[in-house]
C-alpha cells in the first residue's frame, strides 16, 4: 500500500510540473504560489532528484586573505547574507529563527511560526526602515519594495521585487515554511550535496577585513545548514557556493573601493551615505 502511495503521489508531482510547465514556460503566466504551488511542495516534489546526484567537489576554503581562482569554493557558514540584507540570519533573523523552530518541533503550524508573525509585524515603507538607515542618509526614503544596492545600481531600479517582509499573501508564509520542513527531512534522509543544479550561489562582498558571501539562490538551505551547525558545531561548518553569473554582475564587490561603485559614480548618492547602506545591510 506505501508503494502505492508513493507511485500516486509521484505522478501527481510530474503532472503538476507539467502544467506549470505549460502555464509558465508557453503561455507565459506569472509565476504563482497558489493551491498547486504548495501541493508540489507538500508531496516534497524535490526529493525526487536528489538519489542520484553528483556532487561538486572544492577543498578551497575562501578567506580575506586569499585570491579565488575558480568559481567554486566554500565559504564558512557564519559568513552568508541574506539577498535583502543580514535580517534573514541577524538579529531579526526572518528565516533562521523558523528553521530553528522547525529543528525543535518538524510539526509546527506555519500560523504558530516566528515567520508567520514576522511577516505580520514587520512592514517596512522604505529603506530606512528596512535597514535603520540614518535619517539624514538621501537613501532612506526609497521604497522598501525596490530593489537597490549602490554596489550594483546607478539608481533605484524601476522594476519592484518584493523582500522578506510584510505585507504579504499567507500562502507565501506557507511556501516558505515547506521548503523549510522539506530540506530537513531531505538533509536527513539523502544527506546534503552540492550540486550543478541545486548549489547555492551569489556574490562576495569585501568589507575591509571582513567578508560575507551575498546569496542569490539559497536562502532556505543555508537556513536549515544554519540551525544544524547552531545545534551541532561540526557539520556544515564550511559550505560550497558558486559565483552567480545570471543573477549579478560582479563576483566581487569591495569596501575599499567605493568610489568607483555605480551610484556612487553617478552621482545618485554620497559615499558616506552608501557606507551607511553597506554596513547596515551587512551587520544590521
Not at 578567506?63 to 552568508?80: A, E, L, P, T
Not at 540614518?134 to 518584493?162: E, Q, V
Not at 530540506?183 to 550540486?195: A, M, P, Q, V
Amino acid at each position: 500500500m506505501k508503494y502505492l502511495i508513493g507511485i500516486f503521489k509521484y505522478f501527481v508531482v510530474k503532472l503538476i510540473l507539467f502544467i506549470q510547465l505549460i502555464k509558465y514556460k508557453f503561455f507565459k503566466k506569472p509565476f504563482s504560489r497558489n493551491k498547486i504551488e504548495l501541493l508540489k511542495h507538500k508531496l516534497n516534489f524535490y526529493s525526487y532528484n536528489l538519489k542520484n546526484r553528483k556532487p561538486l567537489k572544492s577543498n578551497f576554503i575562501f578567506s580575506i586573505d586569499k585570491n579565488i581562482n575558480s568559481d567554486i569554493f566554500k565559504i564558512n557558514i557564519s559568513k552568508f547574507l541574506g539577498y535583502d540584507g543580514a535580517y534573514i540570519y541577524e538579529g531579526k533573523a526572518a528565516l533562521l529563527k523558523s528553521a530553528i523552530e522547525i529543528y525543535k518541533n518538524p510539526k509546527i503550524y506555519w500560523k504558530e511560526s516566528y515567520l508567520y508573525s514576522f511577516y505580520k509585524n514587520f512592514q517596512p515603507k522604505n529603506m530606512g526602515e528596512l535597514y535603520d538607515l540614518n535619517k539624514d542618509n538621501n537613501l532612506y526614503h526609497i521604497s522598501s519594495y525596490m530593489d537597490f544596492k549602490p554596489w550594483i545600481d546607478k539608481l533605484p531600479l524601476t522594476k519592484k521585487s518584493k523582500g522578506i517582509f510584510g505585507p504579504i499573501d499567507e500562502n507565501e508564509i506557507k511556501h516558505r515554511i515547506l521548503r523549510l520542513k522539506n530540506i530537513f527531512i531531505n538533509i536527513e534522509k539523502f544527506g546534503y550535496l552540492s550540486t550543478e543544479t541545486d548549489i547555492v550561489k551569489g556574490y562576495l562582498l569585501i568589507l575591509d577585513n571582513d567578508y560575507r558571501f551575498l546569496i542569490t539562490s539559497g536562502h532556505h538551505r543555508i537556513a536549515v545548514l544554519k540551525t544544524i551547525n547552531y545545534f551541532n558545531k561540526e557539520m556544515h561548518k564550511n559550505i560550497l557556493v558558486k559565483f552567480d553569473n545570471k543573477r549579478a554582475n560582479k563576483n566581487i564587490v569591495d569596501i575599499r573601493k567605493i568610489q568607483s561603485w555605480p551610484a556612487i559614480r553617478s552621482s545618485y548618492c554620497s559615499q558616506e551615505d552608501a557606507l551607511d547602506f553597506v554596513t547596515k545591510y551587512c551587520f544590521g
